[in-house]
């Protein structure tokens, strides 16, 4: 598989949730079943070890990290075995350069072909030194540059870092996800800048998906105007309802193709920005992310428990009859009838 082109043909990635049991225990059968779940929705790729795997498998007193990636790829290459096709595993890398090192190298010796790197750990370095702690991992892996909102523990970066980040050879895309337009354009008008056409672009803006994948966005480079698409995304709002998504974003491609787009798709962003913002948690201040994943993926029988392995993540009051009112109110966008047909497969 050429990464770079599968990359840039644009996917649905969607961010594995960890499945847990009623006794807070790893469950083995459950992970399989969700990896099993994206294969069979037609996702391009997943992205394991990333916020909604939960952080904390890193965790000497759980020790997931491995076990979870190892999982995870082995599940996909026995899917992809009877209808072979490009998919882009890509591993969350977290930590200072010895940690990220560490995982980046585990995750290649398990067949991933992408990190994600997060830049969380830097809470105060400047952002040479970031720039820096990147290139390295790009010279053992593929990277996938990571945007993440201050609200979930990211922090907000300077055009000229990401002027400077787009330069780095190995990254091979960004997903932007600082649910800010200003800062999603700063992103997008530095690589132009840097002229990099081979850096694939995807959102992890969960509150303006359809609008990130139906927004041309126009920078002059050397004195004409270049440009760019979000062509894909890798989002943790795709680890549930997958099969939908995979169907929008089909549909977003062929629009995004047409010489004006109809007004209709404004009605759809604004129907996904609403289940996300249930999904979510937004109202408090994304609390309840998680575990609004896990809740979606349990009524359907994916999952059996919303339980986190910080005991604290829990539902937030009203989340719950929130996900009900949205799930009623756009079921095009949910995908329970797909799941309950091939869910005892999945879960064999």
């Known amino acids: 598989m050429n990464l770079r082109a599968h990359l840039l043909a644009g996917?649905?990635?969607?961010?594995?949730?960890?499945?847990?049991?009623?006794?807070?225990?790893?469950?083995?059968?459950?992970?399989?079943?969700?990896?099993?779940?994206?294969?069979a929705a037609g996702s391009g790729g997943l992205a394991v070890g990333?916020?909604?795997?939960?952080?904390?498998?890193r965790a000497p007193q759980h020790n997931l990290f491995q076990p979870v990636l190892e999982l995870a790829a082995e599940t996909v290459r026995a899917e992809l075995a009877s209808?072979?096709?490009?998919?882009?595993?890509?591993?969350?890398?977290?930590?200072?350069?010895?940690?990220?090192?560490?995982?980046?190298?585990?995750?290649?010796?398990?067949?991933?072909?992408?990190?994600?790197?997060?830049?969380?750990?830097?809470?105060?370095?400047p952002e040479d030194a970031i720039v820096a702690h990147v290139t390295i991992i790009a010279r053992l892996i593929p990277v996938v540059g990571f945007y993440l909102q201050p609200a979930v523990g990211g922090r907000v970066f300077s055009y000229s870092f990401w002027r400077r980040f787009a330069e780095i050879?190995?990254?091979?895309?960004?997903?932007?996800?600082?649910?800010?337009?200003y800062q999603t354009i700063d992103v997008i008008r530095a690589i132009v800048d840097a002229g990099r056409d081979d850096i694939a672009?995807?959102?992890?803006?969960?509150?303006?998906?359809?609008?990130?994948?139906?927004?041309?966005?126009?920078?002059?480079?050397?004195?004409?105007?270049?440009?760019?698409?979000?062509?894909?995304?890798?989002?943790?709002?795709?680890?549930?309802?997958?099969h939908a998504a995979v169907n929008l974003f089909r549909e977003t491609q062929e629009a995004a193709r047409q010489p004006a787009i109809d007004a209709g798709w404004l009605r759809r962003a604004v129907a996904?920005?609403?289940?996300?913002?249930?999904?979510f948690d937004a109202a408090n201040a994304f609390r309840g992310c998680i575990p609004g994943i896990l809740e979606v993926l349990r009524r359907q029988g994916l999952v059996e428990s919303i339980h986190c392995l910080n005991p604290?993540?829990?539902?937030?009051?009203?989340?719950?009859?929130?996900?009900?009112?949205?799930?009623?109110?756009?079921?095009?966008?949910?995908?329970?009838?797909f799941v309950a047909e091939h869910r005892d497969r999945w879960l064999r």
């Not at 895309?173 to 337009?181: D, E, G, L, S």
């Open 83 to 125: 209808a072979p096709r490009d998919f882009a595993l890509i591993a969350g890398i977290c930590g200072q350069t010895r940690q990220a090192v560490a995982e980046a190298e585990l995750a290649l010796a398990l067949g991933y072909r992408a990190a994600l790197v997060s830049m969380a750990a830097f809470k105060t370095e």
């Open 169 to 181: 050879p190995g990254v091979v895309a960004v997903k932007m996800a600082p649910f800010n337009r």
């Open 11 to 39: 996917h649905v990635i969607p961010a594995q949730p960890l499945a847990l049991d009623l006794q807070r225990k790893f469950s083995e059968r459950h992970q399989r079943a969700l990896t099993r779940y994206y294969v």
């Open 201 to 242: 672009l995807y959102t992890g803006n969960d509150d303006t998906i359809v609008a990130d994948l139906l927004t041309p966005f126009t920078f002059p480079h050397q004195g004409r105007p270049v440009s760019r698409r979000i062509v894909g995304g890798l989002l943790g709002h795709w680890g549930v309802w997958t």
């Open 50 to 57: 990333v916020h909604s795997t939960q952080f904390e498998i």
């Open 312 to 337: 604290h993540e829990v539902l937030s009051p009203g989340q719950a009859e929130e996900l009900t009112r949205v799930c009623a109110a756009y079921p095009e966008l949910t995908d329970d009838a």
């Open 272 to 279: 996904v920005t609403d289940m996300n913002a249930a999904l």
